[in-house]
């Protein structure tokens, strides 16, 4: 039973295309956040929801647009792909009524750009 | 700002030996500190944290971190590295006093040789 479950696992696509991640927490966590990894390994959060609610939105184009359905989704969406978004996308969870809990991560979509 | 710095990107022990991983960190107040390991394809997990009390903080799979005020700093450390410890290891800082944001460090790759 898997804990943060993102899909799909890998995404190939050409430049230009949409394409959605889904990510799922059977936590009953509150909060959940979108990371993108690059091939540095760098990790840089890019988006967080509190009880479906956008609580942080980091310098990320207008392309990519999360949603969050409910408090135990939150789905991304991007636009007109590039060759610079290929990467690691990491969804979290975390219970953060007192901000000292840790996050729980999926295991990643692995997008590349042809 | 809040930031985390880990100075060496690669950290290369014996096993058996002890292991030291070093992060040092920068907050405008209280700091809730973590670390988390990532091993290859899959997403980061959740090692140990720092919140208040005790500045030795005992975590999973035998790992230790202290925490030092005075230095900033939070480093990870194990008293007998195994093989299976090789992996890539994130420091995170969270204010207690932000909208919940977690900075990471930039991950050190740590190899346990036999």
């Known amino acids: 039973d898997t804990a943060v479950s993102q899909t799909p696992k890998y995404l190939v696509t050409q430049m230009g295309n949409d394409k959605s991640i889904k990510c799922e927490q059977n936590?009953?966590?509150?909060?959940m956040y979108w990371y993108k990894q690059d091939s540095k390994k760098f990790l840089k959060i890019m988006f967080s929801?509190?009880?479906?609610?956008?609580?942080i939105n980091e310098t990320v184009p207008n392309r990519f647009s999360p949603k969050s359905p409910d408090k135990a989704h939150l789905n991304l969406h991007i636009n007109s792909l590039e060759l610079g978004d290929s990467a690691v996308y990491f969804c979290?969870?975390?219970?953060?009524?007192?901000?000292?809990?840790?996050?729980?991560f999926g295991d990643g979509t692995r997008l590349s750009i042809l | 700002a809040q930031s985390v710095a880990q100075p060496e990107d690669q950290v290369n022990v014996a096993e058996g030996n002890p292991l030291t991983v070093k992060c040092t960190y920068s907050?405008?107040?209280?700091?809730?500190l973590f670390w988390y390991v990532q091993y290859p394809n899959r997403g980061l997990q959740f090692l140990l944290k720092?919140?208040?009390?005790?500045?030795l903080v005992k975590g999973s799979y035998g790992f230790e971190a202290e925490f030092n005020k005075s230095q900033t700093s939070f480093h990870l450390k194990k008293p007998s590295a195994l093989v299976s410890d090789s992996a890539l290891y994130f420091c995170?800082?969270?204010?207690?006093?932000?909208?919940?944001?977690?900075?990471f460090g930039d991950g050190t790759t740590l190899t346990v040789k036999p």
């Open positions: 979290a969870s975390s219970q953060d009524g007192s901000r000292n809990q840790p996050q729980h």
């Open positions: 936590l009953g966590h509150d909060t």
């Open positions: 929801y509190n009880n479906k609610e956008l609580i």
């Open positions: 907050v405008s107040g209280n700091p809730y």
């Open positions: 720092y919140i208040t009390g005790d500045n």
């Open positions: 995170a800082v969270r204010d207690n006093t932000n909208a919940g944001k977690s900075t």
